[in-house]
């Protein structure tokens, strides 16, 4: 369903679902392919990649995210696969700036090679960056990653901060036998550097499918062993955003923090989901538009959109998939089944 408004006709104020929920915030990613090949994430040999032809070209997407931003969506999320590895992502950036209402342009990247770019993407109106970083330790890096890139992703979290973003958001997924036990120590670095850390749970969107609800780190866990070093202060959801915000007054080497209190964010997609606030759509790299991260059904943009669809059209199609959105994701539920796309397929 496409709201309009009255005072400007034609122009849409929202696309809502039949729960009521108004879907602003896009996601799309660029690329399936990726640098890296996190063990929740990608299997090890990596995938099957999307061909050139198959995947949505800068012009294909821009037109799709004008359209998406004439229905009322005011954010976009680049995502992949590794957006980063997308050749054209400096311009792409442009592109997306100059639309008109312009909306707010955010990254979500594994921070590779981010040191040669970071400068031009925020002078090409990058607003925000999120860089994902599970471990300080270097082997430990190599083994959830299974590429020894520690250093780099350093070097691109760095370059991200120098190149004026603020708050820069570091994504972390905990994982019980390897990096749970390193919370703290993510969290100290975290507030003497200055950046926001986010502790994400764990959802059973990986390759390998090796997600078990008795394996993951939950959000309550998370918070019982941070509690022990820190004094955290709820602070309750921003908006529709999906982590609970704390503010973090009082902990190890508070001396050297960067301000006198810090923020910590946990998104427990699993454990508290927030799909009555979500506000989210997503688009694949090769066009298919998902209304939850956990659909068994996609839309397809790119056939109609190669077929010479028309703007309108476009978001009539576009409109329909929001107005049939599932309540939630399900996870727990007796029916829910693992959609047959990985994280790294559907950009998260
Ligand atoms: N490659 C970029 C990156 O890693 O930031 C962007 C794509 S990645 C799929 C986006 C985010 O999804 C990352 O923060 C990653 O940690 C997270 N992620 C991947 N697989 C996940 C899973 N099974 N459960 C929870 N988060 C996951
Ligand atoms: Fe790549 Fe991001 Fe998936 Fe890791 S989480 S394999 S960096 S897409």
């Known amino acids: 369903m496409i709201a309009t408004d009255s005072s400007t006709p034609g122009r849409s104020t929202g696309l809502v679902d039949r729960f009521g929920r108004v879907a602003t915030d896009l996601r799309i990613s660029l690329t399936d ?33 004008e359209v998406f931003v004439g229905l009322g969506v005011t954010s976009i999320r680049l995502t992949g696969g590794e957006p980063l590895v997308h050749p054209t992502l400096v311009p792409m950036v442009a592109r997306l700036a100059a639309l008109d209402p312009r909306p707010e342009l955010s990254l979500t990247t594994n921070g590779i090679s981010l040191t040669r770019s970071a400068a031009q993407l925020v002078e090409a109106g990058l607003d925000r960056i999120n860089v994902s970083l599970d471990t300080l330790d270097r082997d430990r890096f ?16 760095a370059a991200a901060a120098a190149a004026g973003i603020t708050p820069l958001k570091i994504n972390t997924v905990l994982v019980r036998d390897s990096n749970l036990a390193e919370a703290p120590a993510l969290l100290e670095w975290a507030l003497r550097s200055g950046y926001q850390l986010r502790f994400i749970e764990h959802m ?33 959801h921003h908006g529709h955003a999906p982590a609970e915000e704390f503010d973090v007054v009082d902990g190890p080497g508070r ?73 939630g994701h399900g996870i727990g539920t007796a029916t829910f089944v693992q959609p047959d796309r990985t994280m790294s397929a559907i950009g998260g």
């Open 255 to 327: 001396e050297h923090w960067a301000a006198a209190s810090g923020h910590l964010g946990v998104i427990a997609s699993v454990t508290r989901p927030f799909c009555r606030d979500c506000d989210r759509l997503r688009l694949t790299a090769d066009g298919q538009l998902r209304t939850c991260l956990f659909a068994r059904e996609e839309t397809d943009l790119r056939g109609p959109l190669r077929d010479g669809a028309s703007d309108a059209e476009l978001g009539a199609i576009i409109a329909t998939a929001v107005a049939g959105k599932q309540a």
């Open 33 to 65: 392919r990726c640098s890296l090949r996190c063990t929740y994430c990608m299997p090890a040999e990596g995938l099957v990649w999307l061909t050139k032809t198959e995947r949505l070209n800068d012009d294909e997407i821009a037109r799709l995210a």
């Open 204 to 236: 059973p969107l990986d390759a390998d499918h090796l997600w078990s609800r008795d394996a993951m780190v939950t959000a309550d866990e998370i918070l019982e062993l941070l509690g022990a070093h820190f004094e955290l202060v709820p602070q309750g």
């Open 142 to 157: 190599a083994e959830l990653t299974r590429r020894d890139r520690l250093d780099d992703v350093l070097a691109g979290v």
